[in-house]
């Protein structure tokens, strides 16, 4: 079976794991500090806080951008459930705004109508790796005095008119391990912002400010050395991953421009796609549907995903809130997204059978 997603850990790691363990400094120590600072670094930011998941990084940039109850969020209903539920978790109102056809993105324009006096922060999602249209979202938070955090759970290292994703508002990333670098489990929050960044600090670790001096209800978000030890291999390597995952994506995207009903991924002027995911659109004109389509990929032993099969206003957790909304975008793309294997791990003879899968027994 050709995977979806495939870790890539190696004898790097191993080592440097087992150092950790040798050492008995097992959290939030030197190592922690260390991929602080080299993660920083590589975005462009002056500060990078880590913490032990990217939805710890969700609530923790969220608190420190000052976001309570009653205040009004605006984010995409297109993505993974954690982008939304870390606003609920601060007491504060998900607003959805409709994605972009072409990109999967919330669409700017649309973001726009939803601003009410209420609204506090925009939350784009730089979904499948594709940086959203910053030029404009941060236009419209500087134009409404709006905090901008980004969700670049899947977006390590793509950039947006040079500019790593991340690196504009409060960024927040996650390292689970099918993202396009993992330390198991883990995240980081990266900001310009020196307020923010003091009060992520504290709010990962029980809103400490010195040993045992609490200023602010926080919680015990924080990395392990081990996670830490890992997630400098993996920065070190993450360029040349990325590469393979955009020579992928472009051998993919070649062959599949010329099968009839398939839409390969769009990819926005001004932006590095880092293909966190390779998602096609399945059309009625294919000649089978999107879930028939992902069965006979599973006989030909090629593994798929679907990101996402129901919007997130569309769940049961948002229904019983009493969201209603109609985002005919998000729940057309829902319907009809199908991501391939894209991974580093992948060799030419994977690319070619996903590709042969994709052709045969079209009706
Ligand atoms: C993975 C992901 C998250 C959550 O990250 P975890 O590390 O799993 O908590 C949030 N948002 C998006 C878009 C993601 O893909």
């Known amino acids: 079976m050709i995977k979806i997603a495939s870790p890539a850990l190696d004898d790097d790691e191993i080592r440097a794991v087992a150092e950790v363990l040798k050492s008995g400094m097992l959290a939030q120590g030197a190592k922690v500090?260390?991929?602080?600072?080299?993660?920083a670094s590589y975005t462009g930011t002056r500060y990078a806080m880590a913490v032990n998941s990217g939805?710890?990084?969700?609530?923790?940039?969220?608190?420190?951008?000052?976001?309570?109850?009653?205040?009004?969020?605006?984010?995409?209903?297109?993505?993974?459930?954690?982008?939304?539920?870390?606003?609920?978790?601060?007491?504060?109102?998900?607003?959805?705004?409709?994605?972009?056809?072409?990109?999967?993105?919330i669409d700017p324009r649309l973001v726009r109508e939803k601003i009410t006096p209420r609204t506090k922060a925009i939350l784009p999602v730089h979904l499948y790796g594709q940086p959203c249209n910053m030029?404009?979202?941060?236009?419209?938070?500087?134009?409404?005095?709006?905090?901008?955090?980004?969700?670049?759970?899947?977006?390590?290292?793509?950039?947006?008119?040079?500019?790593?994703?991340g690196s504009f508002g409060a960024g927040c990333f996650s390292f689970y391990p099918t993202k396009n670098m993992t330390t198991g489990e883990g995240g980081m929050i990266t900001t310009n912002d020196e307020a923010i960044a003091g009060r992520a600090r504290m709010l990962r670790s029980h809103g400490q400010s010195e040993r045992y001096l609490h200023e602010m209800l926080g919680y015990n978000y924080r990395m392990t050395d081990i996670a830490a030890a890992m997630g400098i291999c993996q920065l070190a390597r993450l360029g040349e991953a990325t590469q393979k995952r955009?020579?992928?994506?472009?051998?993919l995207s070649g062959e599949i421009g010329s099968i009839k009903g398939?839409?390969?991924?769009?990819?926005?002027?001004?932006?590095?796609?880092?293909?966190?995911?390779?998602?096609?659109?399945?059309?009625e004109d294919y000649g089978m549907t999107r879930d028939?389509?992902?069965q006979k990929l599973r006989e030909k032993g090629v593994g798929s995903?679907?990101?996402?099969?129901?919007?997130?206003h569309k769940q049961p957790l948002y229904r019983e809130l009493g969201y209603a909304d109609r985002l005919p975008v998000a729940e057309g793309a829902a319907r009809e997204v199908l991501s391939l294997p894209v991974h580093p791990g992948l060799k030419e003879e994977d690319l070619r059978t996903i590709v042969r899968a994709l052709q045969v027994d079209q009706r």
Request: charge should be negative; hydrophobic fraction near 45%.
């Open 33 to 39: 500090e260390e991929f602080e600072r080299a993660f």
């Open 305 to 312: 995903g679907i990101h996402y099969p129901l919007p997130i």
């Open 135 to 165: 030029e404009k979202i941060a236009g419209i938070c500087r134009e409404h005095n709006l905090a901008l955090i980004e969700d670049a759970c899947q977006a390590h290292g793509a950039e947006y008119g040079g500019r790593k994703a």
């Open 292 to 294: 028939e389509l992902q």
């Open 55 to 105: 939805t710890a990084a969700l609530h923790v940039a969220l608190l420190a951008s000052g976001i309570g109850e009653g205040d009004e969020v605006i984010t995409t209903p297109f993505s993974f459930i954690s982008t939304a539920n870390s606003i609920l978790f601060c007491r504060a109102k998900p607003v959805f705004a409709d994605i972009d056809q072409a990109t999967f993105n």
């Open 246 to 251: 955009i020579e992928n994506a472009a051998f």
């Open 262 to 283: 398939l839409v390969p991924p769009f990819v926005a002027p001004d932006v590095k796609h880092v293909f966190h995911q390779f998602t096609i659109r399945v059309t």
